[in-house]
């Protein structure tokens, strides 16, 4: 039945192919053709396999979709982005004046055929962006016709064939970038002397980059980054003088950066030299690459200070020097800020993790207006921040946290308004939050944790209408909390404002928070019940309430938060019995309810929470047996300290049993009791001796 299936499942190919060939046996170069496209549509799946309808036996091949043909002859198919999968048939290899293939933004899977390198006239083949694996075909060199050949964002693996280097003499673009590639880089691509575009990118190819490559005289982009590779770079590369863009990020390389390279490339547009173990000082010769638009050599080892002839890069639109061991301070080295000021189209500058020390120089504020990220963050940077950092009216990203900026944050700050990421934390910021802040109508995030902030939060932060991210925590900010930025709109990752001296109740409007993740309110001075509104809350996943003053019963409305996987409640006043309801949130992994006034039985369904690893019970008024399953069964798990009248549970806990627990507690109800009418018979005939001694009237 099942073959039976499969041949029917043929037909409507089959039956094509033979009215092909039936329509035009009488020239026969084009019935093979018809058969080779009519198999190759065959193995075709997905949603654009309904798009070749064009593909039958009443029309000539020359108009089916995508072919296009010279002298009656098919030199080219082209069919990118049509949403095809499946195999490519290796009737693609019949097709011998192909000049033209490019299936390229598909999903084709499987091997590429070998029959492919039949095509000896093929000058372009762009199968990149689909989901081709195995090795790639080493008689691909066959092709000898090729000038661009394309695979890269696909899934292979293997070595790169060594007879690509040695064939493809006419290749001016080669691309196998976003795959699983392994092994050295041959030598021989040293060969392709026509070559302009290189691109090898994200693979795992590991060993020294071949000196060969330096003989690729026409060579303008050449993208190594994302593999493997160690050693220096080979001299040979700073021979390649027609280089636009040279990409060798995110591998092991070592070395240094020769003090001429500026005089190496004039053209050159992109040097990514990032994430490697390049080391020693940065080249002032850099300067004299005019054409330079972004220059990348974060996450080195490079010293010393920022050369100021890097103003001299007028065309300069992003400096990363984050993450290496640079280094300025008030004396010398922030020269080059000042010079910076010329690179009048820079967008993205990045100083962070340096040991960049002293006084921010006030010309940074002089930065170019299309300045859009500027971080200067985990370095030694004192003093104040520039009062007029308002200027810089592009910013989008500033980001000072992990310094030892103090002083107040700047009036001015509020003039970016254009601002979406705001980092000032861990800094030794004080004073009050200026209300301008509240003019950042398009700050997503704010951090400003771990300072010395005071003051009550301004209410119209609540105008940041479009954050996600608010975080105050560890300051000195005291008031209340603003219902205003409890009703922010689009607060969602986290509000963390713990560990402050905020006070009064905990607002009902809480519960407008919806789509809230976190909410953290620990370490105040927050007082009264916690409020049933809070059960509104129904994306939260971590409540943190803690070490505050909040007083009365645990809100039943909180087994609406399904999602809740932390909930924090120690440290306060809370009183009554732990509520059944808590044993609906069935996510929850970690329950802290120490030190209150809670009181009652622990509730048996709480063995349900199969999730929970750490429950904490810990200096309560609770009583009764102790349940034993769910994660009462380990009692590493579990803190019950301080509730004397617990009883029973896991023998490792080492409490009493319940039954000579509740004799003891009768015996010592009676001995009250025996003591009690002691002292009222004591009391009784002391009295009565008193009476009977008292004088006659």
């Avoid at 037909?11 to 094509?16: E, F, H, K, Q, S």
């Avoid at 160690?230 to 863009?245: D, E, Q, R």
């Avoid at 200070?305 to 300069?316: I, N």
Wanted: with cysteine.
């Amino acid at each position: 039945m099942a073959l039976a299936m499969r041949v029917m499942s043929l037909l409507p190919a089959t039956i094509a192919v033979m009215i092909a060939a039936a329509s035009w046996g009488a020239h026969g170069g084009a019935s093979d053709e018809a058969s080779a496209l009519l198999a190759f549509k065959a193995e075709l799946a997905g949603s654009g396999s309904g798009m070749l309808a064009s593909w039958n036996g009443t029309a000539g091949v020359c108009s089916w979709e995508g072919v296009a043909c010279t002298s009656g002859q098919v030199v080219a198919l082209s069919l990118p982005s049509y949403g095809f999968a499946g195999a490519l048939s290796p009737a693609i290899g019949n097709l011998t004046f192909l000049r033209t293939l490019n299936l390229s933004s598909n999903w084709f899977q499987g091997e590429v055929p070998a029959s492919i390198g039949r095509l000896a006239r093929l000058q372009t083949l762009d199968l990149s962006y689909n989901a081709f694996s195995g090795t790639l075909p080493s008689n691909l060199s066959s092709c000898v016709s090729l000038l661009l050949l394309d695979l890269s964002s696909n899934r292979f693996h293997g070595r790169i064939p060594v007879e690509l280097g040695d064939k493809l003499t006419s290749l001016q673009k080669f691309s196998l970038g976003n795959n699983s590639l392994t092994g050295a880089m041959p030598g021989l691509l040293g060969n392709l002397s026509s070559l302009n575009y290189l691109d090898l990118r994200k693979n795992h190819l590991e060993g020294p980059i071949p000196h060969e490559l330096g003989s690729m005289g026409g060579l303008q982009v050449l993208l190594l980054h994302d593999n493997r590779l160690s050693g220096v770079l080979p001299h040979s590369l700073y021979n390649l003088s027609s280089l636009k863009k040279l990409g060798v990020g995110d591998n092991m390389l070592s070395g240094t950066i020769p003090a001429d390279i500026g005089d190496r490339f004039p053209g050159m547009e992109a040097l990514d030299f990032s994430s490697n173990r390049f080391s020693g000082a940065i080249p002032p010769s850099l300067g004299n690459l005019s054409a330079l638009t972004k220059l990348v050599l974060q996450e080195n080892g490079f010293i010393g200070y920022v050369p100021s002839a890097l103003g001299k890069l007028q065309s300069l639109t992003a400096l990363f020097l984050g993450v290496n061991r640079l280094g300025a301070n008030d004396s010398q080295g922030w020269e080059f800020i000042t010079s910076l000021a010329n690179s009048s189209q820079l967008q993205v500058l990045v100083l962070g993790n340096n040991s960049f020390s002293g006084q921010l120089p006030n010309s940074v504020t002089n930065l170019s207006s299309t300045l859009q990220g500027l971080y200067l963050g985990d370095n030694m940077i004192s003093g104040n921040i520039p009062i007029n950092i308002g200027n810089l009216v592009g910013l989008t990203v500033f980001v000072m946290g992990n310094t030892s900026v103090s002083g107040q944050i700047p009036e001015s700050i509020g003039q970016l308004r254009n601002l979406g990421v705001l980092g000032l934390y861990n800094t030794s910021l004080s004073g009050l939050i200026p209300s301008s802040l509240g003019n950042l109508t398009q700050l997503n995030r704010l951090y400003a944790y771990y300072g010395n902030l005071e003051g009550p939060i301004p209410s119209n932060l609540g105008n940041l209408k479009n954050v996600f991210v608010f975080d105050l925590s560890t300051n000195r900010l005291n008031g209340s909390i603003p219902i205003e930025v409890l009703k922010l709109p689009q607060l969602s990752w986290y509000l963390d404002l713990s560990y402050n001296s905020l006070s009064g109740p905990l607002p009902i409007e809480v519960g407008t928070m919806v789509n809230l993740n976190e909410l953290i309110l620990s370490g105040n001075k927050l007082s009264g019940t916690i409020p049933a509104s809070v059960g509104n809350c129904i994306s939260l996943v971590r409540l943190l309430l803690d070490n505050n003053l909040l007083e009365g019963s645990i809100p039943q409305s909180l087994k609406n938060i399904k999602g809740l996987a932390l909930l924090n409640l120690t440290m306060n006043k809370l009183s009554g019995s732990i509520p059944d309801a808590l044993a609906s949130i069935g996510h929850l992994q970690q329950l802290y309810l120490a030190h209150n006034n809670l009181s009652g039985s622990i509730p048996k369904v709480l063995q349900n929470l199969t999730l929970l690893a750490k429950l904490d019970l810990s200096f309560n008024d609770l009583q009764g047996e102790v349940p034993k399953g769910g994660p009462f069964a380990n009692a590493t798990h579990l803190s019950i300290d301080g509730n004397d009248e617990l009883c029973g549970g896991n023998p490792q806990l080492h409490l009493a049993p319940c039954s000579t627990a509740a004799a003891e507690k009768n015996r010592r109800r009676m001995s009250r009791l025996i003591c009690s009418d002691k002292e009222a018979m004591v009391q009784f005939i002391s009295a009565l001796y008193k009476t009977r001694e008292l004088p006659q009237l």
